[in-house]
């Protein structure tokens, strides 16, 4: 099944064509080798998927690059179930965003630049899953991140813009130097960068210590760890969270792509993929279970009172990754990977929808300053209000499979802090719930309360971008039903596929519980969804004055909420402010006027006057040249005899 | 006693050259196109590289060795001579110097090489060594109106002459030690009679030192290659620095590692101070250059520096590494030559390193050829100079020199500042005044193949570096 190189490589070739010929030749058809490169690949992922169902999985070396000693860097596909999914779900939701794109950056004059980027990222991503090495892993890792940058400051001229996109590549610098720290300690201890022999002799160095910072540690905790930090920064998870939101300066496809489908989500491949390390280390687990289960409620309850459009969407993507580790902390990588699924169709679909609204609203992310936008674009109103009822996990769409896996995971799980986990992500399912249709009462419902001249652009966007709503709707709908829950699956003769499927790769634990508990952790989390949806609805829909009233009555927590915990605030002091001061007055004033520039600098020109000094050496004069000669001749000679 | 005919197969792909290279110096009376004589001189070497699969073995007594040692430098000698020719067809005709015997003497220079590739004893060597500097030396000076391009030829060859005698010291002085110039007796006989030390074998291993320094232009013996490389012929200049200098490393690793093997340990401490020095002077020089013939110069000592190590670590992995720099830096300088000479037209020298400002707005694609080029020059990954740097490096640390691949880490450093500085110029600055490119599908040939190999090798090393790899097995 060599064919599946063509996955990674369609769009590096488009990549390649779109850059060097785009703004000459291409032009405004820019985006035609774009879509047709993904759209071939994703032809190719589903073939392979198809191969891989029916039993055939493959690791193979494509080349090596560079080999020294024990240390090979070489570029190898690992094609297992994990691998194909993850195919699936990039090359899908790639596709559909590309073709969105068309509609939605029509007109732009960086049009090429953005479906080369678009196709960069897209091989960087299938470079990140296919890999059967952590060296190209990390590759991919970095590509993604690189692309990232390009397009969340893809306005360029825009300072906020290009702000955000510093903002998001220096704060994933923290994670990922604990990520290239795991990878060496990986060689360190393994000898090797490749998945199999490392993940298979995992086990046997289970009990080891290793002396970090004058503690003696367990050496698969430190590693499970440090590869954690990677996915912290990636997946914008607690304390690393604060780029995301920031990122929505990016065209909003590049959201719905990079920051809500495909590279965010990169983290959680990154535990699942590993779980063989992760699995050996409860410690290790226990963090990665909390760190998601604590971000997701945070970033929920930021949720609730933002009004930008986009960053309301972008806390519920945070919110949604920890989820995504919650499942993983509790050993639940099926459902984490699961969630991951369902999740890519319904959040950019969000996203999408989101762009179909600013692009009515002329850019306008206020939501505020939006209402009964429905009768307006129906199709963007009813793609979204399906998305945010699969968000809210509304039985039968695809978010309430994964969501209800995740929770019964962590209610029936062997983990220590399963029950607390349990607890917070039904807390988190109705804010989640709550804050999803808040932003569609206040966008879709009620009265206009934009400008006229907003009012009398609005519109329905072009049909490439309200297909690409329909079609990504379906996902969003029907996304879960690879995952019916045994409870429900045995009734009516349907087995959970995807769990069945990812067994191989992924386990599977089975929860310890009976039928009337998981009866009754699915009665609560569906409870909690429609709760949340109902109290939206009388809040802003029947009495409009409370969620005024609330935020005076309680103006301190609207306060916090509002400014995000004020977390940018702390970094600022504690991090920024710092680090700027120090910069100004002791590197700038102390350290590179006195030190640097006195080595940048003095370095140079003493290299560059001793250049001149030596160059004289050259008079062009024969005699000199061979004087010289004779002295190195005669200078070796004394140096062997007096040795 | 009845003489015995030699066995002429391991000789025959030089024999051919020699008769060919003859033919072209003839054919030059009845071919008045002189591009003609060039491509018969691509096609005479492509029949040679045809030829030299079919060679293996050893004649003349062991005094002519053909092994994949050799063939390996005779393949990049080759490449050395299809990529000049490519890049002077046109340039020779603005020089004026479209002479058909420039296409025969760089045929006789290389044919000097392959018999130095494939020395087996001193004598032979010498006598390639001598055809080699002979013929670049006539060709230095190829532009006879032209006071830098005489001035070249006589300076390279009254140094060349000096380092000659070096080379015939030493090589008398080895005769009187052990009664031999064939290369395995020599090692034989230094290991068989306890040699190690001996004041006369020391002598002498700095007499080749010195002489193989001059022809790979190590410091303190390469005062000639400012002067000549920025007077010659810049496709000759572009032909010096890749052929000799390969030549140079190939007697090198050949002499010393077979002949001396026995005392590396000696010879290490002559070669390791050259070495630093080396890259010292060729770095450091190179920095306050102008004129950017002669930046390539100094650059070119640097790598000889470089690869210097890989003979230093005198391991099988150290030896291979120097075949794949030398394999790699033909490549790249002479990419970076050819986008010289587009520069050089009808009354404009265009050797200024001034001269590149914003050549990247009016020329790109040029430019972004130069960039791949300097890149590599500097050894910045997925570029095959730093594949070549890599494996040097790596080799000479784990022959356990870390601490000279710690300086020539420094002064590698030290060299993007010349290499970026022209990319810099290229992309970053605004065009002076307008350049007119010299252009012709010869060069665009060379470029195309330069830059394939440069990215090409460098993202796939791996059968350049086992081909050397294996052709060292049993050197």
């Not at chain 1, 949806?533 to 409009?544: H, K, N, Q, S, V």
Request: glycine letters at 10%; a neutral charge.
């Amino acid at each position: 099944m060599n064919y599946y190189l063509l996955i990674p490589f369609l769009p590096l070739a488009a990549f390649i064509i779109n850059i060097l010929f785009g703004r000459s030749v291409l032009k405004e058809n820019a985006h035609w080798v774009s879509i047709l490169a993904v759209a071939g690949s994703w032809v190719v992922a589903v073939a392979t998927l198809m191969d891989v169902i029916s039993g055939k999985t493959l690791n193979q070396n494509l080349y090596t690059w560079i080999v020294s000693g024990s240390f090979k860097v070489s570029v190898g596909f690992l094609i297992d179930q994990l691998t194909a999914v993850m195919l699936i779900v990039v090359t899908t939701c790639s596709t559909l965003i590309h073709i969105y794109s068309v509609g939605y950056m029509h007109g732009d004059k960086g049009y090429y630049r953005f479906f080369s980027y678009l196709s960069l990222f897209t091989f960087c991503m299938l470079m990140l899953v296919m890999a059967n090495n952590f060296l190209q892993l990390y590759f991919g890792w970095e590509g993604v991140g690189l692309c990232s940058y390009f397009l969340i400051g893809y306005y360029f001229d825009k300072k906020s813009a290009s702000d955000a996109g510093k903002k998001a590549f220096i704060v994933n610098r923290f994670g990922d130097f604990g990520f290239g720290l795991g990878i060496i300690m990986i060689f360190i201890t393994f000898g090797t960068v490749y998945y199999e022999p490392v993940f298979n002799q995992a086990g046997s160095f289970a009990a080891n210590t290793v002396n970090f910072l004058g503690y003696d540690v367990n050496l698969i905790t430190l590693i499970a760890l440090l590869l954690f930090c990677g996915s912290i920064g990636k997946s914008a998870q607690l304390p690393l969270h604060v780029w995301l939101p920031d990122a929505m300066e990016g065209p909003t496809p590049v959201s719905a792509l990079i920051h809500a489908a495909t590279m965010v989500t990169a983290g959680v491949f990154l535990v699942a993929r590993c779980n063989a390390i992760f699995s050996l280390s409860e410690t290790a687990l226990m963090v990665v279970a909390l760190t998601g289960a604590i971000t997701s409620l945070f970033a929920a309850t930021i949720g609730l009172v933002q009004n930008d459009l986009k960053r309301i969407i972008a806390y519920s993507t945070i919110s949604q990754l920890g989820y995504m580790f919650l499942a993983c902390g509790v050993g639940g990588y099926t459902a984490g990977v699961f969630h991951l699924y369902t999740h890519a169709f319904f959040k950019a679909l969000l996203f999408l929808c989101a762009g179909s609204v600013m692009h009515a609203m002329g850019g306008e992310l206020d939501i505020q300053k939006m209402g009964g936008l429905k009768k307006y674009m129906p199709v963007t109103y009813g793609t979204m209000f399906l998305a945010s009822l699969s968000i809210a996990g509304v039985p039968g769409l695809a978010g309430f499979f994964s969501k209800d896996e995740i929770l019964w995971l962590a209610y029936s799980g062997p983990s220590p802090v399963g029950k607390l986990v349990w607890l917070i992500g039904t807390v988190v399912a109705f804010l989640t719930a709550f804050y999803s249709f808040r932003l569609i009462f206040l966008t879709f419902h009620g009265k206009f309360r934009g400008t006229h001249e907003q009012e009398h652009h609005l519109h329905e966007s072009p049909k490439t971008m309200t297909i690409t709503l329909m079609l990504l709707c379906i996902g969003a709908v029907s996304a879960g039903w690879v995952g019916i829950p045994a409870l429900i699956g045995d009734a009516v003769g349907l087995e959970n596929w995807i769990s069945e499927f990812m067994r191989p790769v992924l386990g599977h634990p089975e929860g310890h519980g009976t039928h009337a508990e998981e009866w009754m952790v699915m009665a609560i989390s569906i409870a909690a969804g429609f709760a949340g949806i109902g109290l939206a609805y009388f809040l802003y829909l029947r009495r409009t004055d409370i969620p005024a009233r609330l935020s005076e009555q309680f103006s301190w927590v609207h306060r916090i909420l509002f400014n995000k915990y004020y977390v940018d605030e702390l970094y600022s002091l504690i991090l920024i402010r710092p680090t700027i001061w120090s910069a100004k007055n002791i590197l700038i004033g102390i350290t590179d006027a006195k030190v640097i520039e006195a080595i940048v600098n003095g370095v140079p020109n003493a290299i560059g006057s001793f250049s001149r000094q030596l160059r004289k050496v050259q008079t062009g004069l024969l005699q000199h040249y061979a004087m010289i000669m004779a002295t190195g001749v005669l200078i070796i000679v004394a140096l062997m005899l007096l040795r | 006693m009845q003489p015995v005919m030699p066995d002429l197969g391991p000789v025959f792909p030089e024999t051919v050259l020699t008769v060919l290279a003859l033919v072209l110096l003839l054919a030059d009376l009845v071919i008045k196109r002189k591009e003609t004589i060039g491509l018969l001189s691509i096609i005479s070497v492509t029949a040679v590289a045809y030829l030299l699969a079919g060679s293996l073995g050893t004649t003349f007594g062991g005094m002519f060795i053909s092994d994949g040692y050799s063939i390996f430098f005779k393949l990049i000698f080759i490449l050395n001579v299809i990529l000049t020719v490519l890049i002077s067809v046109k340039y020779i005709q603005i020089e004026k110097i479209d002479y058909g015997e420039y296409y025969s003497l760089i045929l006789f220079a290389t044919l000097g090489m392959m018999l130095m590739a494939s020395a087996g004893d001193l004598i032979i060597l010498y006598l390639g060594l001598e055809l080699m500097a002979l013929s670049t030396y006539v060709l230095a000076g190829f532009m006879r109106r032209d006071v830098k391009s005489n001035e070249a030829a006589m300076k390279y060859f009254l140094l060349g002459a000096f380092a000659s005698a070096f080379l015939l010291y030493g090589t008398s002085l080895i005769y009187g030690l052990t009664g031999t110039t064939d290369l395995k007796a020599i090692s034989s006989y230094i290991a068989g009679h306890g040699l190690a030390g001996n004041p006369v074998l020391m002598l002498s291993l700095i007499m080749f030192a010195v002489a193989f320094s001059f022809k790979i232009a190590a410091a303190p013996f390469h005062m000639w290659a400012p002067d000549v490389y920025e007077g010659a012929p810049t496709s000759i200049t572009a032909f010096m620095s890749v052929g000799p200098k390969a030549a140079g490393f190939a007697v090198l690793g050949r002499v010393f590692l077979t002949a001396f093997g026995s005392v590396r340990t000696e010879w290490v401490l002559i070669l390791i101070p050259v070495a630093i020095l080396t890259m010292g002077v060729g770095n450091i020089v190179a920095l306050s250059q102008t004129n950017i013939k002669r930046m390539l110069a100094y650059s070119s000592i640097a790598h000889a520096g470089y690869a210097l190590l890989g003979i230093i670590s005198g391991t099988a992995d150290g030896l291979s590494s120097v075949m794949l720099y030398m394999f790699a830096y033909a490549f790249m300088n002479m990419g970076a030559f050819a986008v010289i000479i587009m520069l050089r037209s009808e009354g404009f020298r265009g050797d200024n390193i001034n001269d590149y400002e914003g050549l990247a707005k009016t020329h790109p694609v040029p430019a972004v050829l130069m960039t791949i080029f300097m890149f590599s020059l500097t050894g910045i990954p997925t570029t095959v100079g730093f594949m070549g740097k890599f494996y040097v490096f790596m080799s000479a640390v784990e022959a356990g020199y870390m601490w000279v691949v710690i300086i020539a880490v420094i002064f590698s450093a030290i060299s993007a500042y010349f290499y970026l500085r022209i990319i810099m110029y290229m992309w970053m600055r605004e065009p002076k005044e307008a350049v007119e490119l010299t252009t012709s599908p010869a060069i665009g040939l060379a470029l195309l193949i330069t830059a394939t190999a440069v990215i090409g090798f460098g993202i796939l090393p791996s059968s350049i570096l086992t081909f050397a790899r294996l052709a060292i097995t049993g050197f």
